[in-house]
Nanobody
Framework: QVQLVESGGGLVQAGGSLRLSCAAS????????MGWYRQAPGKERELVAT???????NYADSAKGRFTISRDNAKNTAYLQMNSLKSEDTAVYYC????????????WGQGTQVTVPS
């Protein structure tokens, strides 16, 4: 089992910045990748960015150039630096940890609200 705790959400004006953190605990040695997803009201959860244990990253088109995902393996923590925020970035942001290679399991945090007023 992996437990994830997010922090760093809040209300920020358009054009501002926020940094989300996700602290992992439990069977952290089994984590192969971590990521951030978001869900806006009335919409499905969508990928924002992922990062592998080796540091390879992947971003949604909406995040490219504005968001940066990183991880500190020593602290078992992943981060999402969000710059130039827009009203359409308003959503609940969820941290994800993926374990396993043959059998893959996904773990989720409780979510943190990011609000960018229009």
């Amino acid at each position: 089992q992996v437990q994830l705790v997010e922090s760093g959400g809040g209300l920020v004006q358009a054009g501002g910045s926020l940094r989300l953190s996700c602290a992992a605990s439990g069977l952290i040695f089994s984590i192969t990748a971590m990521g951030w997803y978001r869900q806006a009201p009335g919409k499905e959860r969508e990928l924002v960015a992922t990062i592998t244990r080796g540091g390879s990253t992947n971003y949604a088109d909406s995040a490219k150039g504005r968001f940066t995902i990183s991880r500190d393996n020593a602290k078992n923590t992943a981060y999402l630096q969000m710059n130039s925020l827009k009203s359409e970035d308003t959503a609940v942001y969820y941290c994800n940890a993926r374990t396993g290679i043959v059998r893959v399991d996904d773990y989720w945090g409780q979510g943190t609200q990011v609000t960018v007023p229009s």
